[in-house]
């Protein structure tokens, strides 16, 4: 989901089809059908006019950026191969998280991001990512694996360094809140497997918290205002936690 001009909630799923919801009727008063697959993600553009624009991608690679008042499409990127799960804008680069890559473009591909055989010996899935400007960093998760990945943006090239997560057997989101990364997935708590969530300060690196949050995994992860972090479960429990950040 995003919020975009004039009230308006965009929401993406995964028929394909991006419905604009009012958040003054609280109806649906448009769909949008450009895409071709089902969507995973949206960003607004920042800015003194923002937002004007929206980029949205869907699971086949496809990044269309839309006008906002007029509702039009007017730009189309496509990226390599398939699994396209979500995108930030940062530096005047579109950062894409794909299963096999993190990718930065703008008109063609500028950089990709893969984590080496030589740190992580099984075939990697990418499955959630977060850009950290103040601290220059960015953060990626991949599936089945218990570490995070930490790149620093003035130099790419090095190979990353990883935070480990304790008793931890997937990640499944990422969220930034103030100075710290919030992470959601399963792991061990008491001997049984439970829905966790991580709280990471970004700065030291360090695993603050554990919070056991629900039975089943954690399957997403939401900030509101930077004082509340609300997250959801999966189809086993169905429920919503809410935290309060400090």
């Known amino acids: ?100 890559s993190i990718v930065a473009m703008n008109s063609s591909v500028r950089q990709e991001l893969k984590i080496d055989d030589t740190v992580q010996e099984r075939s990697t899935t990418f499955v959630a990512f977060q850009l950290l400007p103040e601290q220059e960093q960015l953060w990626a998760a991949c599936a089945g694996c218990d570490d995070l990945y930490v790149w620093g943006l003035r130099d790419l090239a090095r190979p990353p360094e990883r935070v480990h997560l304790p008793d931890c057997a997937q990640v499944t989101c990422m969220i930034r809140v103030k100075r710290q990364v919030w992470v959601g997935g399963t792991g061990l708590s008491q001997g049984r497997s439970r829905g966790k969530i991580y709280v990471v300060d970004a700065r030291s690196r360090a695993v603050e918290k554990e919070l056991v949050a629900h039975a089943d995994a954690v399957r997403t992860l939401c900030s509101a205002e930077d004082r509340y972090v609300l997250s959801g479960s999966g189809p086993e429990e169905g429920k919503v936690a809410i935290w309060t950040v400090e």
Do not use: K
């Not at 993406?12 to 604009?20: F, L, R």
């Not at 937002?51 to 496509?78: E, F, I, K, M, N």
């Open 1 to 100: 989901m995003a919020m975009a001009a004039q009230g308006q909630v965009w929401v993406g799923s995964e028929d394909s089809v991006i419905y604009i919801i009012s958040v003054h009727s609280m109806s649906c008063n448009r769909q949008l059908t450009e895409h071709r697959a089902g969507v995973t993600g949206f960003v607004v553009q920042d800015g003194p006019d923002a937002p004007s624009q929206v980029y949205s991608c869907s699971a086949d690679g496809a990044v269309l950026v839309w006008d906002v008042s007029s509702l039009q499409v007017t730009r189309r990127l496509q990226l390599p191969g398939s699994g396209l799960s979500s995108i930030q804008l940062h530096a005047g680069c579109l950062w894409c998280c794909t299963c096999r």
